[in-house]
């Protein structure tokens, strides 16, 4: 098996960052019905050191959390060379539109409300994600 089809055979890696870890199970859950590998942070400071260290291919973003909250994160992973590629939905129960300015501005691609609608979660997430070679 070659490496491009090998990594074309693994799933997407999702990165799921929460203080709550409610939160962070029923994210799994629902992403691992579709397939999905996730990995979990509980905290901004955590979610940073665990992406550089090991990109995902995608990080889901709590934004109110103590410490560094979803914006700060997401600004502090576009401002670095080993993780600014790295796609950041952000999921909020503040549904506001200045709200929605704020965290897209800071570089997230995507932000999703609570509660949050499984299809619609997967969906989205494939689409920031986009097409993937198929399994050879």
């Not at 693994?10 to 962070?24: A, M, S």
């Not at 950041?88 to 300015?101: G, K, Q």
């Amino acid at each position: 098996m070659t490496l491009s089809s090998r990594l074309a055979a693994e799933p997407p890696r999702i990165l799921i960052v929460d203080d709550e870890p409610d939160n962070r199970e029923l994210l799994q859950i629902v992403l691992g019905w579709d397939g999905f590998v996730t990995e979990t942070a509980a905290s901004g400071e955590e979610a940073l050191a665990s992406a550089a260290e090991h990109p995902p291919d995608l990080m889901l973003l709590d934004l109110m959390m103590p410490g560094l909250d979803g914006c700060q994160v997401t600004r502090l992973l576009k401002q670095n060379l080993t993780t600014k590629n790295i796609p950041v939905m952000i999921i909020s129960a503040m549904n506001d539109h200045a709200t929605r300015m704020r965290v897209l501005s800071a570089g997230a691609a995507e932000f999703i409300s609570k509660p949050i609608d499984r299809s619609d979660l997967c969906q989205r997430v494939r689409a920031v994600l986009g097409p993937r070679p198929a399994p050879v």
